[in-house]
């Protein structure tokens, strides 16, 4: 099977190309299992972790990566999310009917929030029309954009598995002649027509050096140690507790007059918090330290 549950970069030594392999297994499976989703919706989840781990990687810096798009045929939202320590979570909103993997079928007329979340500084986020089939061609045209490089990502999943191949032109030297630049251009032309041949079923289950022997057996590939990536939720209770704050002291008090304590179940984990009168008075009296929030963490009920 592929490298389970790891990222691993590699390089061409004689060209000015870069790529990544990732493989999930028990990280995808954490997620999948906690909901009823369809076979669709499995694989497009796989897709976006898969996605979000090559970004993270290859964006290289300490944060997190996320990647969300909100629907209008089925799903609600579908974000994944993965830090720089390859600590990947991703769930999907769905409310009807999903029997397509078609972004454009999927998200018409929508967008994909790609959010830089730094540990230090400032978030920056990128907005990527939805008008192509697939969420790796949506990618490209990110890449695109916002760094003017030639870029193309393979993803699959079949809701057992989920993987990615990653490739990057880099720029040429700047004192390049036409020639190099054509020989480069070239050269990445010739790489890309060989990652095309890959077949769904050779990414998802051939180990890394397989499939880059499969791919590149006449190319000087160099390869970078493998990361391991652990699906892990960032909720907890204090981060929970200040959500819940935003609903307001005395609505969450009405609440606790026909109810013994407020429940609140994360959306990404299943883990439940509850919360009793006393915490929540505690809340708005300043006795109840926390350590942030995130909307999308957890539901009351």
Same mark, same amino acid.
Request: proline share 2%; with cysteine; net charge negative.
């Given at each position: ?20 392999l990732v493989g999930l297994d028990d990280a995808y499976q954490t997620v999948i299992r906690k909901n009823d989703y369809s076979d669709p919706v499995k694989q497009l989840l796989g897709e976006w ?17 996320? *990647? =969300? /798009?909100? %629907?209008?045929?089925?799903? $609600? ?7 720089? #320590? +390859? ?67 393979? *993803? =699959? /999943?079949? %809701?057992?598995?989920?993987? $990615? ?7 040429? #030297? +700047? ?47 160099r390869l970078f140690d493998v990361q391991d990536i652990d699906f892990h939720c960032t909720c907890s209770r204090d981060r929970t507790a200040e959500s ?16 013994? #304590? ?40």
């Open positions: 099977m592929s490298n389970s549950d790891q990222i691993q970069r590699f390089m061409f030594e004689h060209h000015d190309i870069r790529g990544e972790m898969a996605a979000a781990s090559l970004l993270s990687e290859i964006l290289k810096f300490e944060g997190s990566v996320i *990647l =969300q /798009a909100r %629907g209008n045929e089925g799903i $609600g939202i579908l974000m994944a999310e993965c830090t720089h #320590e +390859q600590k990947i979570r991703a769930i999907a909103q769905v409310h009807g009917d999903v029997t397509t993997t078609s972004i454009k079928e999927l998200f018409s007329a929508g967008h994909l929030v790609i959010t830089i979340q730094p540990e230090k500084g400032s978030r920056y986020q990128g907005i990527v029309p939805m008008d192509s089939d697939s969420l790796a061609k949506c990618l490209e045209h990110y890449f695109e954009q916002s760094e003017q490089l030639p870029t193309r990502i393979w *993803l =699959q /999943a079949d %809701g057992k598995q989920a993987a $990615g191949l990653f490739l990057q032109k880099l720029p040429v #030297e +700047q004192d390049a002649t036409d020639e190099e630049k054509e020989t480069s251009h070239h050269q990445w032309e010739h790489a890309v027509t060989l990652a095309d041949t890959i077949k769904a079923e050779e990414l998802l289950s051939l180990d890394n050096d397989s499939i880059l022997h499969r791919l590149y057996h006449e190319e000087d590939i819940i704050k935003t609903v307001g002291k005395d609505e969450l008090l009405s609440i606790l007059e026909s109810e013994p #304590e407020i429940n609140v179940t994360c959306q990404f984990c299943n883990e439940t918090y509850s919360f009793d009168k006393i915490d929540i008075t505690s809340f708005f009296e300043g006795t109840h330290s926390s350590d942030g929030t995130d909307p999308n963490d957890s539901s009351v009920h």
